[in-house]
């Protein structure tokens, strides 16, 4: 009798750790994909800093590079919350759907932005004329605006699953403290920006949450492909999914 019984709660058990598995390694190597668009600084060198670049000549192919290594950036960020739904809901629903709605509103920044910079390089190819320098200007300042999302969005991100993996041990707590510390950093940035301070102390001080934050989501990307999961960690929040199921029940 007893014996049957372990053999059924291990076989129970079994799947549920193949499919955090799962989760863990295919939210580990998107969060890694989501560093890709880390050149764009350089690839968009020339289109950000030119202010003649929509009625010059020449190749636009670093940028339409940088596009579609922000694309795919906007599509992992996605991938990585819907990834980890199905474990870290357990530990809160609201939270990670949180998660999923703040990695797609990120996403829309990011689209809105490539969006902005093509629209120079169509009208470049197009052969405008110099009436259209007002346009690329407007353009530009509409990506610099944009980008104020992807600079907001992450600390959103990471406060939400920060908490998450913090409250539910799935993986060392050092991880998601490094998230939730530089977040509140990374906000105070985006409104320091938004009074139009670009330099100085302030400014230094505030982004320095950038840090941290590239830090945890790094190191999440590495743990989540080679570890996983803590084994601890998913049976309890299964044990307590189970719990909560019988309590809705009676």
């Known amino acids: 009798m007893n014996s049957n019984s372990k053999t059924s709660v291990s076989g129970e058990g079994r799947p549920a750790m193949t499919a955090s598995r799962k989760a863990s390694l295919a939210g580990g190597v998107?969060?890694?994909l989501t560093f890709v668009s880390?050149?764009?600084?350089?690839l968009y060198m020339s289109i950000l800093n030119d202010p003649n670049y929509i009625i010059g000549s020449g190749t636009d192919t670093a940028v339409i590079i940088g596009g579609i290594l922000e694309i795919i950036v906007a599509?992992?960020?996605?991938?990585?919350?819907?990834?980890?739904?199905?474990?870290v809901k357990r530990q809160n629903e609201a939270m990670a759907l949180g998660f999923i709605?703040?990695?797609v509103m990120e996403a829309g920044t990011i689209f809105a932005d490539v969006v902005c910079?093509?629209?120079i390089v169509t009208l470049r190819r197009t052969g405008v004329g110099a009436e259209a320098l007002l346009i690329g200007?407007?353009?530009?300042v509409l990506y610099?605006?944009?980008r104020l999302g992807q600079n907001l969005m992450p600390a959103v991100n990471d406060l939400l699953l920060g908490s998450l993996l913090y409250q539910s041990r799935l993986v060392p707590r050092?991880?998601?403290?490094?998230?939730?510390?530089?977040?509140?950093?990374?906000?105070?940035?985006?409104?320091?920006?938004?009074f139009g301070i670009t330099s100085g102390p302030l400014y230094l001080l505030t982004g320095i949450g950038v840090l941290p934050i590239a830090l945890f989501e790094f190191s999440l990307g590495v743990r989540l492909t080679v570890k996983g999961f803590n084994s601890s960690a998913i049976t309890a929040l299964y044990k307590k999914a189970q719990t909560n199921e019988l309590i809705s029940a009676a």
Do not use: C, D, Q
């Open 144 to 146: 610099g605006l944009f």
């Open 101 to 103: 709605g703040s990695r």
């Open 174 to 194: 050092i991880l998601p403290l490094l998230g939730i510390i530089g977040a509140p950093f990374l906000i105070a940035n985006t409104i320091v920006f938004m």
């Open 75 to 87: 599509l992992a960020g996605i991938g990585t919350a819907v990834a980890l739904y199905p474990v």
């Open 137 to 140: 200007k407007m353009l530009v």
């Open 38 to 42: 880390i050149p764009i600084g350089f």
């Open 117 to 119: 910079l093509l629209a």
């Open 30 to 32: 998107l969060y890694l």
